[in-house]
Nanobody, 114 residues
Framework: QVQLVESGGGLVQPGGSLRLSCAAS????????MGWYRQAPGKQRELVAF???????NYADSVKGRFTISRDNAKKTVYLQMNSLKPEDTAVYYC????????WGQGTQVTVSS
């Protein structure tokens, strides 16, 4: 059974940084694309960043130049480094693995506020 466990969320001031981590278990991690999505109150879940099994990345326009997704296949972990955070980045952030029909983590809250 595949499981994804996120960590690293919290409260940060505008302009600050956070790093989210997502640890996977239950399959051959390196084979599958991994992504970070977010959902703000009253809004639809949206893609933030994605990294393929071969390491190619893509980002939502709203986070380009501020966020960086990376993966460590040996640790079966994907990261999201978030810099220059803005209040509009406030959301629950979900880890996603492109395995079968897709696997989701439980989510971690990120709040950007002064």
């Amino acid at each position: 059974q595949v499981q994804l466990v996120e960590s690293g969320g919290g409260l940060v001031q505008p302009g600050g940084s956070l790093r989210l981590s997502c640890a996977a278990s239950g399959n051959i991690f390196s084979l599958y694309g991994m992504g970070w999505y977010r959902q703000a109150p009253g809004k639809q879940r949206e893609l933030v960043a994605f990294v393929t099994g071969s390491g190619e990345t893509n980002y939502a326009d709203s986070v380009k130049g501020r966020f960086t997704i990376s993966r460590d296949n040996a640790k079966k972990t994907v990261y999201l480094q978030m810099n220059s955070l803005k209040p509009e980045d406030t959301a629950v952030y979900y880890c996603y693995q492109a395995y079968l029909r897709g696997v989701w983590g439980q989510g971690t809250q990120v709040t950007v506020s002064s």
